[in-house]
């Protein structure tokens, strides 16, 4: 729709007419629907943007025009009103559903000569569907309130006249200018707290799950901060103007008018798809986003190259961001204080505590001083930064980085020499990839920044969450108390002997050469592990490490997963394992190494994936195979000697609380080996004791105790066992009332004796990843619930659970695989999380009278992967129909989009 063609219209049709609002009405539905076409036509959204802006300035002028404003008491003093726009709609950069900021400034405090045009010309604009916010001040009351916060001066700044008189506004930015209130210093340093908040709000990244577009870091703010400052210290009002300032590099004019053209570009889009003023990329806009730009599925899917495009663009406006904001505060708030230069070397200089360059020649006269200053950081604790100017340098010469420098001897030992650094690593590798360094010298980390994974589990982007590895590693040098400090201000918590083990590590920085290369792979195709060890082993080819130092790398990096997974997924109580674990780490050093890098990993993926269960899994995993190593491989306990040795130390500690070996017997009647395996020495002890005591007449006997570490009890777990007399459905409902008491199952052992009887363990935790703990009634609530749903009269109300609407945009198909061993199977099942799944599974095994011996929970963000030792009639299920049924049942339900839970 022509802007030209359509206002006369409208100003026709409005002439005389008594009923406007369905006039108004038409003629924005109209000029919505156009600006929807123009935009998914291609037409860039800072030209609709612009002539939404004008189009809507006719609107309000139309409208305004419908009131009399008391045009002949102009001649009266202090009487006039004019009609401003403010904010974003001031700098017109209205979107389709942006809310339109009005300012209706008064000569005087005259509110009452026209309060009651005011009130009907809201009403008209709220009556045409406008999201209009307004205020009404007198220019004093600007000047006044604009004093107290910088907020209400910010959109003052960038009012324009719509209606009324131009020397209203005018009259108020002399009394608002900088040299009334709020100097640029001042100005300056409330905008930097502005953002430093906001930017906490997001964890200082700009890489999460779903960004606000707007406020998020690399948004559209960050782009306005610098123009704030900028025209509160310069009067400029663009890009071009801070240029020609020599404020602005041409490579930062064009980072930030990129920056702003492509996320006004996402923001138009947003307001399209989502029908209203929503400035989150939310998974369920990501997808239909990226399909509106034309990406394509490929080695990466077409969500995930947007979503890349995004992450490097926030990045680089971020980075921006923070060199243009050092950079006004050295020439704004620094200027004119007193310099305290402290010389380096001949190349570098500390400028109050910030590294600079002795001459703006330094890198074309010595490129490996690209490196060495990185070194140099990483061992002076009083270095708070680098210079602004220095870093524009550096960004200039990144192009001197070539395959002859990085085949320098010179640049090679320099990097080996970053990851020794006795002080700082993280940061310095941070600089390095906000600089543009670290790409540079390898190219493989290039292709992976900004590049993420369009699922819940990978919160971070994949150079993000690399280097967010080497950090956690640092973290391990610190002694407990300033460990725990360092891990609060992080909401993170390491085992205790991650500090111990980093500190006998032979070669530390072999450790962040794997942290660097673990994921480099990603992407590629196939797998990332295997494709990972050629990249690593050209790394250390290219830095002249030595045989054994490259086939740790290489090793550490093609097995990163095998410990977590190994934890996770299999029953570490085995000693089978455990051993089977221990012929593949074969000495104590790789079982260092693998385990340090392990939980820095598990730590850097996902800030809710660490939790007490895991922690424990991987001490004792670790534990169990130091033990295996120092014995000797070929000293292996099999399978019926540690099932032996088990039960004789119970029994041996069950005598000595006064329980005769023949009662011990008689309570145990011949239970399931595995019952001797999956339970420690404690738990048999402590269960059997109970057991003695109960008497089934009462009902089942219920256990609760939390299983936590004595050293640290963030680690841990709660257990409860239930024994019972056997009978159809225990582990179902069981499972029915965990899920309904909001409890997660993430291990469960179950065995039966031969007078049938169960005794069945569960290992859960509360939703925050913690041991239930000793909060007041919660146990016995617990145990109540349980008694309930296992009385067999007991009748279960099926009741429809809603899933949360971020896993709603995860909808892969389920899959079941079922492994069969001597005398049971293994099931696995892949599916999407959502609320009452394994109960849902537990119902199937109940109705096809599969009996689960083991089960193992993995929750992956939008993923499960659950698996369970099961059998049919005490067999493995073979090659027989209900295999096929039985996973046939689980795809089914799992795939249905009727979620109910019993409850």
């Not at 540079?440 to 699922?455: C, K, N, V």
């Not at 269960?687 to 009462?698: G, M, N, S, V």
């Not at 939390?706 to 777990?717: I, K, L, N, Q």
Request: hydrophobic share 40%; proline share 3%.
């Amino acid at each position: 729709m022509q802007l030209v063609n359509t206002l006369p219209q409208l100003a026709e049709k409005l002439t005389g007419s008594r009923q406007p609002i369905p006039i108004f009405r038409e003629v924005l539905a109209e000029f919505h629907s156009s600006l929807r076409q123009q935009f998914t036509a291609g037409i860039p959204a800072g030209k609709l943007i612009r002539e939404y802006s004008a189009f809507m300035d006719e609107i309000l002028r139309l409208a305004w025009q419908r009131f009399d404003w008391n045009e002949r008491l102009s001649s009266w003093r202090k009487t006039r009103i004019s009609l401003l726009a403010v904010g974003g709609y001031g700098r017109a950069e209205l979107h389709p559903h942006s809310d339109i900021d009005l300012l209706l400034l008064l000569e005087g405090n005259n509110y009452d000569l026209h309060r009651h045009n005011i009130q009907n010309f809201c009403t008209l604009c709220w009556d045409m569907g406008l999201e209009v916010g307004h205020s009404v001040r007198s220019v004093n009351e600007c000047k006044n309130q604009s004093k107290n916060d910088v907020t209400v001066l910010t959109a003052l700044m960038e009012a324009r006249t719509i209606c009324g008189s131009d020397e209203l506004l005018q009259r108020m930015n002399r009394k608002i200018s900088a040299d009334k209130i709020w100097s640029p210093q001042k100005y300056f340093l409330a905008k930097k707290d502005e953002q430093e908040k906001r930017h906490e709000k997001y964890d200082h990244t700009e890489y999460r799950l779903e960004p606000n577009i707007k406020t998020s870091p690399g948004g559209l703010r960050d782009i306005q901060t610098v123009m704030w400052t900028a025209r509160r210290k310069f009067g400029t009002v663009n890009f071009d103007d801070l240029e020609q300032q020599q404020f602005l590099t041409e490579s930062e004019n064009k980072v930030l008018t990129n920056g702003r053209d492509l996320l006004w570009k996402i923001r138009f889009g947003l307001h399209v798809v989502s029908g209203r003023d929503d400035d989150r990329l939310l998974f369920e806009y990501q997808r239909e986003l990226a399909a509106m730009f034309g990406y394509e599925d490929g080695d990466l899917l077409a969500v995930e190259q947007f979503m890349k495009d995004y992450y490097r663009s926030a990045l680089e406006v971020n980075h921006t961001n923070q060199l243009l904001l050092q950079h006004f505060e050295e020439e704004i708030v620094q200027s004119g204080k007193r310099t305290r230069i402290v010389p380096i070397n001949e190349r570098f200089q500390l400028h109050n505590n910030y590294l600079e360059v002795t001459s703006d020649d330094v890198f074309i006269k010595h490129p490996a001083a690209l490196l060495e200053m990185f070194v140099i950081m990483g061992n002076d604790r009083k270095i708070q930064g680098v210079r602004a100017a220095t870093i524009r340098l550096i960004r200039r010469h990144v192009n001197l980085i070539d395959d002859d420098f990085r085949h320098d001897p010179q640049v090679i030992q320099n990097f080996l020499d970053i990851l020794k650094s006795a002080y700082h690593l993280f940061t310095p590798l941070r600089r390095m990839s906000q600089y543009g360094i670290l790409g540079a010298y390898l190219p493989e980390f290039s292709r992976i920044i900004g590049q993420m994974q369009f699922d819940l589990f990978h919160i971070y982007t994949v150079d993000a969450h690399t280097l967010q590895v080497v950090r956690n590693m640092r973290r391990f040098r610190y002694k407990d108390q300033e460990q725990r400090e360092q891990e609060e201000q992080q909401e993170q918590q390491f085992p205790n002997t991650v500090t111990y083990i980093h500190r006998r590590l032979p070669k530390v920085e072999l450790l962040y050469i794997a942290g660097l290369y673990h994921d480099i792979a990603k992407g590629l195709g196939g797998d990332h592990s295997e494709l990972g060890v050629n990249l690593a082993a050209a790394f250390c080819r290219r830095h002249k490490l030595g045989t054994w130092d490259t086939n740790l790398v290489c090793w550490l990096v093609k097995n990163h997963l095998v410990m977590s997974t190994t934890a996770q997924r299999k029953d570490i109580q085995n000693p089978e394992v455990i051993h089977e674990f221990a012929l593949l780490v074969q000495d104590q050093i790789r079982l260092d190494y693998l385990f340090l890098l392990t939980v820095a990993d598990i730590n850097a993926t996902n800030p809710t994936l660490w939790n007490s269960w895991r922690a424990t899994l991987m001490r004792q995993l670790y534990s169990e195979t130091k033990k295996v190593l120092r014995s000797g491989l070929e000293s292996y306990v099999d399978r019926s000697d540690y099932i032996k040795e088990n039960q004789e130390h119970a029994t041996f500690r069950l005598t000595e609380h006064g329980l005769p070996r023949d009662k011990i017997l008689e309570l145990w009647n011949h239970v399931d080996d595995d019952y001797f395996i999956g339970e420690s020495i404690s738990n048999i002890i402590w269960q059997t004791l109970a057991i003695e005591k109960h008497q089934l007449t009462d009902g089942p006997l219920v256990l609760i105790k939390d299983d936590v570490s004595r050293r640290r009890t963030d680690e841990g777990s709660t257990q409860i066992f239930v024994y019972m007399r056997n009978a159809r459905r225990i582990f179902a409902s069981i499972v029915s009332a965990l899920e309904a008491l909001e409890l997660d199952i993430v291990d469960a052992r179950i065995a039966s004796s031969a007078s049938d009887f169960v005794f069945d363990t569960f290992t859960v935790l509360e939703s925050n990843g913690k041991p239930v703990g000793d909060h007041p009634g919660r146990k016995e609530r617990i145990r109540k619930t349980l008694l309930r749903y296992l009385d067999p009269d007991y009748k279960q109300v099926v009741q429809e659970k809603r899933t949360p609407r971020i896993l709603k945009q995860f909808t892969f198909k389920t899959e079941v695989t079922i492994k069969d061993q001597i005398d049971h199977s293994i099931l696995s099942v892949t599916a999407r999380n959502r609320p009452g799944l394994l109960a849902t599974i537990a119902n199937i095994f109940a109705e096809l009278d599969i009996t689960v011996l083991n089960a193992r929970i993995t929750s992956l963000g939008e993923r499960v992967e659950d698996v369970f030792n099961i059998s049919k009639n005490g067999q493995a299920l073979g090659e027989t129909g209900i295999r096929q049924l039985i996973t046939e049942r689980i795809c089914t339900e799992l795939d249905t989009h009727i979620e109910k839970v019993a409850v």
